[in-house]
């Protein structure tokens, strides 16, 4: 890697026409990824695109007159001093809020190599331009937020963040619901029909951390194979799977652990009040996330639990 120091003018130049490229493609691709879910920051992007070709355009036009036209190929891990960047365009489905701030730090960084390469040039026009590259880079975070503002205007960003909550319910909260539900109700059974068979809370813990753990692995399976996500959009399915399979384990290990107690009636006690924790905790997120009225909530919830647990007890103590 070479030291800024010792770039040429010739070098300073090059490198600016591979920034600009750079930064070009990596806003047409950011644009590309929000087009569907956020058609006012894609138009955002798309502005911004626009600016940066208009910068590298400049730039080669100033390196012709003074250079010739074979540009030498200098990139910027190829100079010491820039940030690492994650590729954050190649991860699908974009992030809004960390494209919006990876955005701000690549206009940070080339405002402040601008400056940089500006001081040490001696030539004029050179100078001049890179000048004037840095004051507009200074200013495109705030002519971004303008440009927000005029092309996003209020019915449109709360339809972006309407987009935006969808996205979570589908990618996180209806997994993570499906594995919690299962994971809560369906052990039930197995995990009470030992307690009240045995008698023994060690035994009714050993059924429940295998029921649970066996429901886990299931379920992150069924999720992650039910769709790849690609017309759906809810997501990787690889990470609904282990949101869910996580979930169903949590929710079946929950009424587990008081088993651990050694006094079977005080671990009883307990694994219920857990339960009750439980299914209200599912009823909150039905109706927080899936607009469910309470009421309808709890009894879907409340009713399923309740069945499942009876047919626990009755064949435990069959």
Request: hydrophobic share 45%.
């Amino acid at each position: 890697m070479k030291k800024f120091e010792d770039l040429t003018e010739r070098e300073v130049l090059a490198l600016a026409i591979t920034l600009e490229e750079e930064d070009e493609r990596v806003y047409s691709d950011f644009a590309e990824g929000l087009r569907q879910d956020y058609p006012g920051t894609t138009s955002v992007f798309e502005a911004m695109r626009q600016e940066e070709s208009g910068h590298r355009r400049r730039l080669l036009e100033l390196y012709r007159q003074k250079f010739g036209e074979h540009i030498p190929l200098i990139r910027r891990q190829d100079v010491r001093g820039f940030v690492e960047r994650p590729a954050l365009w190649l991860v699908r489905p974009l992030s809004i809020e960390k494209v919006r701030k990876e955005a701000s730090a690549m206009e940070v960084e080339t405002r402040r190599f601008y400056e940089k390469a500006s001081v040490r040039t001696q030539d004029a026009s050179i100078r001049q331009l890179l000048d004037d590259l840095a004051n507009e880079e200074r200013s495109h975070e705030e002519r971004a937020l303008e440009l927000g503002k005029q092309k996003l205007p209020d019915s449109v960003k709360a339809d972006e963040e309407a987009a935006q909550r969808r996205l979570f319910v589908l990618q996180i909260v209806q997994p993570g619901l499906a594995g919690l539900m299962d994971g809560s109700v369906s052990t039930l059974a197995p995990v009470f029909a030992a307690a009240f068979a045995t008698q023994k809370s060690w035994d009714a813990f050993l059924v429940g951390l295998a029921a649970s753990a066996g429901a886990g692995i299931s379920m992150g399976f069924a999720e992650a194979l039910s769709d790849d996500g690609s017309l759906t959009g809810r997501g990787h399915p690889w990470v609904r799977g282990a949101i869910c399979g996580a979930m169903t384990a949590l929710g079946g290990i929950g009424h587990t652990l008081p088993f651990l107690l050694r006094d079977f009636r005080m671990a009883l006690w307990a694994a219920g009040i857990v339960v009750l924790v439980e299914l209200g905790a599912i009823t909150w997120v039905r109706k927080r996330y899936m607009d469910t009225p309470w009421v309808t909530a709890a009894l879907q919830v409340g009713l399923g639990g309740a069945l499942v647990f009876l047919t626990g007890v009755l064949i435990g103590s069959s």
